[in-house]
Structures are given as structure tokens and as C-alpha cells.
Nanobody, 121 residues
Framework: QVQLVESGGGLVQAGGSLRLSCAAS????????MGWYRQAPGKQRELVAMITSSTTTNYADSVKGRFTISRDNAKNTVYLQMNSLKQEDTGVYYCNALIVARGNGGWNNFWGQGSQVTVSS
């Protein structure tokens, strides 16, 4: 069974920084695209950033220049460094990964448990 476990959320003042981590574990054969999504209260979940296995990245316009996504393939971990945080960045952040797991056959989509990020004024 594959699990994505997140850490690093919390409360921060506007202008501050937080770093989210998401580690994949289990019977993993291969990890493809990894990403971070967020869901603000009353809004739909939206893509924040994604990174391919060859480290090509893509960001939502709202976070470009402030957030940086990276991955450590040896640790099966993806990170999201969030700088210059704004109140509108508040929400639950979910990591996501496309993974081939032993016994599953093919690529499957996995989600982390969610991490609350709250940015205060």
C-alpha cells in the first residue's frame, strides 16, 4: 500500500515563509509527476505547483515568484517552499503523486492527508 504523508503546515504572519514536505512510502516502483494543490474555504481545490520526474516545474500564476516546488527522488519526497505568504494563500494543502506500485498495475493517483496553512494579517 502506498501512502503520502505531509508535514510542515501551520500558522504564519503575512510576509512569512513555510515549507511543506510530502513523503511517499510503500511498495513503490516508480513516481512520475508530483504536485501540490490547495483548497480554500468555500472554493474548489486548485493546482498550486507541479514537478515532473525530470524536474520540469509549473506554477499557478498566483504563486509564481513566491513558491518553489522541488523533489528528492532518493527520498520519494516533494517539497513546497512558500515565501512572501499572503492571506489569500490560506487553505488546506494536499500533495499528489502519480505512482506505479507493486501489484497495482499502471499509474495510480495518490493524495496526502492535507495540511492546514493559515496566513494571518
Amino acid at each position: 500500500q502506498v501512502q503520502l504523508v505531509e508535514s510542515g503546515g501551520g500558522l504564519v504572519q503575512a510576509g512569512g515563509s513555510l515549507r511543506l514536505s510530502c513523503a511517499a512510502s510503500g511498495s513503490i516502483l516508480s513516481i512520475g509527476v508530483m504536485g501540490w494543490y490547495r483548497q480554500a474555504p468555500g472554493k474548489q481545490r486548485e493546482l498550486v505547483a507541479m514537478i515532473t520526474s525530470s524536474t520540469t516545474t509549473n506554477y499557478a500564476d498566483s504563486v509564481k515568484g513566491r513558491f518553489t516546488i522541488s523533489r528528492d527522488n532518493a527520498k520519494n519526497t516533494v517539497y513546497l517552499q512558500m515565501n512572501s505568504l499572503k492571506q489569500e494563500d490560506t487553505g488546506v494543502y494536499y500533495c499528489n503523486a502519480l505512482i506505479v506500485a507493486r501489484g497495482n498495475g499502471g499509474w495510480n493517483n495518490f493524495w496526502g492527508q492535507g495540511s492546514q496553512v493559515t496566513v494571518s494579517s
